[in-house]
């Protein structure tokens, strides 16, 4: 159940059966020679959607911009400052929060999100943690939040191991290179790449990781990624988080 | 051309011929009774791609939640404060300029950003225009924003009045509710409205809205929405606003 | 009744009859060749006493600093970032509804405020709108804000059109100009200005707007600027605004 | 010369003989029984136009909301939080160094102001001193401002004392009081007061302020104002304070 | 008892006899050709300490950074700017009054903070002056922040006098200098300075800093500082604040 | 070398051999029974410390108060949000960055400032990544942080389990609370706990925290802390941190 999809009484029944909502965040940024731009937005959405068609949970629109700072040498890569990204997901929140919406479990795309998401729970919390100092009443609504990157499904990892070894990488991965031509199939670029396996390493902003990773990618070879490799990745992702989610709103 | 489904080096050739880019933005919130919580957000998007595909412009990712406080009465509503959104928008653009994009088109589904987002652009703006005062070179990359809503291309005009007259009103119109079931036909929920045309009037916040506009339509029958409206009206805002592209691009 | 004029007890007794307040505001910026560059803050500040005097409305002090960015290429320009003048616009009314104000009639003598000063507005309702997630009570007070353009009152159209017809223009305006030299006459300065009527178009920041408009004028001929039309300006703006003020507080 | 009053070819010959500009701050806040809510900037503003006309410098139009949280307590009273005005002062002397002003003198006309103008004074030069690390040029214009309070002149803290002896005390004191009836005589409320001297004494947040002051003076007795002082009063204040600002002009 | 060196419970317990805590603020910044970059900080936390052993009172953890963009022109020199070291004392307020905490007294021990940290208090007094327009209970704990400069103490004064006379200046004093060395005697660095009173004067940013005072001082000669010394002053200062502490909690 | 103990002319010598800089962060919150509220500032300052002796490197002050909004609901635990120290890291990096240190190697003793302190990196990295689009120069200096946690030395976990095994815990742990005793032997609180082990599991705000873990600890025993085997601990993470350091200064 896709919240852009539904109507608001829809959405008041929901709330009568359920307090939980799937939150997709990706971002826009180079994914090498041949990944697509928006891979990890789209596979961000992609597994929210599959979750929310298996559990029936709602799932909110996609944060498509995320915190990719070190992308930035890069043409099309895009990126919010990390304080601008906190007030994102606090107004998104607080958004719901209005209605009745509890429990927020993000879908992540992005590896560079995740400090900067996990900041924004935090100044989420802090606004219960600070309460009584400011006069509000200390039994406001407990919002709890969860992070979770689709590609640590376990189900993924096994599966990814399988497929590629250690031509995974770790940016630009042939996994999510093929969940992404999964989804878009015109958009595959099957493509040999020079040298196979990228460069791996640190980087600070963006000038430094251009000049470590000329390609964009680190680690991985993405000239491995197919179309169906990537319907596996997804429906192996799917299943795990969604048990993922449904045992995190039973015991929350 | 969709910023999301093309690789980096596809943007490094696009930006040698040319510095625009369209950039959609909606909002996420109530439609009235049969009109999808996304309805702002998917107009919005796809207008932007139908300009796309016909005039070979990029793209960008669609910014899905807008300002829209004033519906925070009715569930699935969400909003960025206005603060948020210029913060949100100032980070887009400046991210974009890195790569030299400068002519930056946005196609707006929702009323109630049109405030936001040129004050947004105006503190764009207002970096080039201090920035003698801190420093910095006068000769700052001149970047351009120009804010268009779809309904207003005069071809959707004519044939909103035709199909609906003064059932059209200005929230939960009949036309943004057919377009978008012109892109998702399985979310049409036709229905018959009690009272058929919806009050109208101010507000100011939102639980001043919901006192005056119950089901949340203003002056409008969505009743009237049809997937076939939908396809024409899409069809009228793309080619209305493909030639706003075009000519703005020609002439700014 | 100015706010700046009276004494707090004066003020206690106003709010036992009225809720309602006058909020000038303007800008500081070039203003043509011979226009002041106060402009469109003493019109706002005029028009408001003005209607402070017919109504007995009380009237706050002026804001004379607005968003000016666009102005910046000119001498003695001034400008606060939409941001900032965000916050003041909350803070101000936020400081004044702690005493029990809950209409706030603004008016405005600058086109640049109209986006910025929307935006504030839907910043403070969004705290109301947001209030219930953030622990507070639902039964805040009911701040209610109005945007008029003090050009707008049919009266000053037409006088304005039958002065100047097509030579008004859109800034520095010899309507506009005169209001000032009518409440200034020791600061009017006729002048033959070459061309009589400027160019018209649309801009983005100071470098670009200089660039198009070399004397600051947009459209206009202000050389047919007097002190006698100003007055009468000035009469029929406080005659138009009064009326919508007392409307506006009879209904909300 | 006030900014408001001239062109902007006036403010460009003016710049090329004097980089300085006269800056009135005031605050707008009860006053005592008698005492004007606009009493602060009123004597900001005289004074400072006073020092125009005396000096041929350029003043800058008031800044008529301050820092006055602690006056909140009674109607009429206005604040901008620290952090707003900030941002105003930031914003303000930002755009008037664009045009080549590097002298800043604010006349301020309010204690509650002194903190967080000295603050916006650092967050403005923080700006130079850090510049190294955020790559801008270490040439960036040197600009630099100075507060001064009008009661501070010699010339007013002698005839204050002749006047009023310990009756001045700290708030809506015999002396602003006097000084905003010259202004506006009729305006002025002669009235005896009970006590006579209001007591004297800190204070936190307006709550307390209202508990220990309870009509809204410390340590004054306003009684004693009169029309015939505030104009001695005004002519010692731009006497004193023209002469600070020719000598700071000049060591500068 | 200082509250890094307790544990929750002892906190708890504290709270059952005393709302008050001392919190000292310093800066790291330069401090001459002799004197030690942390000074300020160091000066402001043993006086601290020494009230804390003398009373009971506990004790904060020391703000080591503070408002100090003049100094930025020497090495080692850090600083905050003014809007980030007042969200950092609104922190640290809120925080400790969720608490019950609700008497902070700030011993400081760098001049350059006092505008700041003034502003920062009513940044927080703030918060509950404009609460009743938020919707938030009149009723908020009334948090009252004092400010004391460790060096104002007049035993402190007194023996200044007594042993610098006019070589005591106003930035790297032999008085600071010397308590710093009583802490830290391995730390002392006799010299012989020229010129041996330094110039004296105002400054800006921090290039204009460094241009008027090159070694760093400003009229002090710490070439006079001794451990000896350093130990009576320390002395003096805790007898002073201490007294000041006790008295400001007993009459607040 | 501590910073604070040092003179700005010895700052300038070190600086010409070494641009690295150590920066302590800590937290100041709720350790459980017998854990100082301290406990994080004081582990870290005291690695820190060591490795300054160890390998010569300068060392800043420690950044005492971290984002513990979770530790919110026991008495003393003191929090910044997160955007607020996100700001303070940002100006203290920007700092240090005008006299030319290039590489900052964070020591964290919190868990809780990790995704915050790696969000203010990126804070920091996207003023130079962003800065094409504002006009700065390129060739911005390249800052570089990296963030290390003292616990994560091979040696100390090494050591902790053998020490304590599964009662290590991850909150309140004996290994953390044994390092502050060998720091400060006179504020040891031998005790034993009940239950012997804490419970251990996940959390959000201050209130659910304390619902899970009523005193404060997360699966740890530090009734088995000591003095001694703090001083082993200690000298572990010193040894395991400067070898860290300095191979991140020769590589990086």
């Known amino acids: 159940m896709q919240l852009q999809l539904v109507t608001w009484p829809e959405v008041e029944s929901y ?7 799937v939150m997709p965040i990706g971002s826009t940024e180079q994914h090498g020679p041949n990944g697509l731009v928006g ?3 789209i596979c961000a959405e992609q597994v929210a959607k599959g979750i929310g068609d298996r ?18 040498g890069f043409p099309g890569s895009m990126t919010l400052r990390p304080s601008t990204l906190i007030a994102v997901v606090r107004d998104m ?16 795309g992005h590896g560079g999100n995740i400090a900067t998401l996990t900041a924004a729970f935090s100044e989420i919390y802090a606004g219960a943690s600070l309460a009584p100092a400011s006069g509000r009443p200390a039994n406001m609504p407990a919002v709890r939040c969860l992070l979770k990157n689709w590609w640590e499904a376990k189900q993924v990892g096994a599966l990814s191991r399988e497929l590629y070894g ?18 878009y199939p015109e958009a595959a670029k099957p493509m040999t790449l020079d040298p196979e396996i990228a460069p791996t390493g640190g980087f600070t ?22 179309v169906e490799a990537g319907q596996r990745l997804l429906e ?7 048990a993922e989610y449904e045992s995190w709103i039973k015991e929350s």
């Not at 949970?57 to 700072?69: H, K, L, R």
């Not at 250690?166 to 989804?183: D, I, K, M, Q």
């Not at 192996?236 to 969604?242: C, K, L, R, S, Y």
């Open 205 to 226: 902003d963006a000038a430094d990781y251009r000049r470590r990773f000329p390609d964009g990618r680190i680690g991985s070879n993405p000239g491995l990624a197919s």
């Open 15 to 21: 709330l009568t059966r359920s307090q939980g909502i």
């Open 236 to 242: 192996a992702a799917i299943v795990g988080m969604a």
């Open 166 to 183: 250690r031509a995974e990488g770790s940016h630009a991965t042939p996994s999510e290179v093929s969940l992404t031509w999964a989804a």
């Open 39 to 41: 891979t990890d937005a």
């Open 55 to 72: 559990t029936g949970a709602m799932v909110a629109p996609t944060i498509s911009v995320g915190m990719a700072q070190h992308h930035m």
């Open 93 to 108: 929140v607080e958004s719901l929060a209005v209605h009745g919406f509890r429990r927020f479990f993000f879908i992540n």
